[in-house]
């Protein structure tokens, strides 16, 4: 199994200001993904963060919004820029290795005021 | 296209009572099934997954079994304890590779004393 550490675990930022969140998996995987969950939602896919170009986004997505970096096959950004409240979520880094089952990290629980 | 439908929440239920949670799907192919838990404040973590039709998958006292003839992966457990508070979501995907998780709404479980 791959453990997936996040950081910041939370954060409170202003409207208008962008925020990282860090991904880090403890072996190298094949996919990376960035989901969003929003207040008693479920999970909603961002994007696919791929290895070496530009990350894969879901319809409503776009690269200018959440743009995500991902250098090598352990590690993956995503930026939520220019913030606004809407935005307030928890952001949930996803890691899966070839066919085996996909794993989460903990989440960053963002509320933007 | 796929999808996956769960039992509204939330449910409440005391403790060391029988649970069902009811999961049910539609896929284009033959999917591999999953049950995943998010505790209070936590990401989500896999609970059990089946593979194949007829596959019983099972951890912590859970059980789901793979029926295909009933497009059905119920999640089912003998005795609750107040610790299995959480949601609980049901998710399939249909081929790794570039295939991505397709998940229900949640669940919502609360055990009470």
């Known amino acids: 199994s791959a453990v997936i550490s996040q950081k910041p675990s939370r954060d409170i930022c202003q409207r208008g200001t962008s925020l990282t969140i860090q991904c880090q998996v403890d072996?190298?995987?094949?996919?990376m993904f960035w989901y969003r969950q929003q207040p008693g939602q479920s999970l909603t896919l961002i994007a696919t963060a791929n290895q070496g170009s530009e990350a894969t986004y879901e319809s409503g997505f776009v690269i200018d919004k959440f743009p995500i970096s991902r250098p090598n096959l352990t590690f993956s950004t995503l930026t939520v820029s220019n913030m606004s409240p809407e935005d307030s979520s928890i952001y949930l880094c996803s890691a899966r290795q070839g066919e085996e089952t996909q794993y989460f990290g903990p989440g960053t629980r963002l509320l933007v005021l | 296209g796929n999808s996956v439908t769960q039992m509204e929440g939330p449910v409440t239920l005391s403790e060391e009572a029988f649970l069902t949670i009811n999961c049910t799907y539609t896929?284009?192919?033959?999917?591999?099934l999953f049950w995943y838990v998010q505790y209070p404040g936590e990401g989500l973590q896999l609970l059990l997954k089946a593979t194949k039709a007829d596959d019983k998958g099972s951890n912590k006292g859970f059980e789901a079994t793979y029926r295909k003839e009933t497009t059905s992966f119920h999640l089912e457990k003998g005795s609750v304890q107040v610790s299995d508070s959480a949601v609980y979501f049901c998710?399939?995907?249909?081929?790794?590779?570039?295939?991505?998780?397709?998940f229900g709404t949640g669940t919502r479980l609360t055990i009470i004393p």
């Open positions: 072996s190298q995987v094949t996919m």
């Open positions: 896929a284009t192919g033959y999917p591999s």
């Open positions: 998710a399939l995907i249909i081929n790794f590779g570039n295939e991505k998780l397709t």
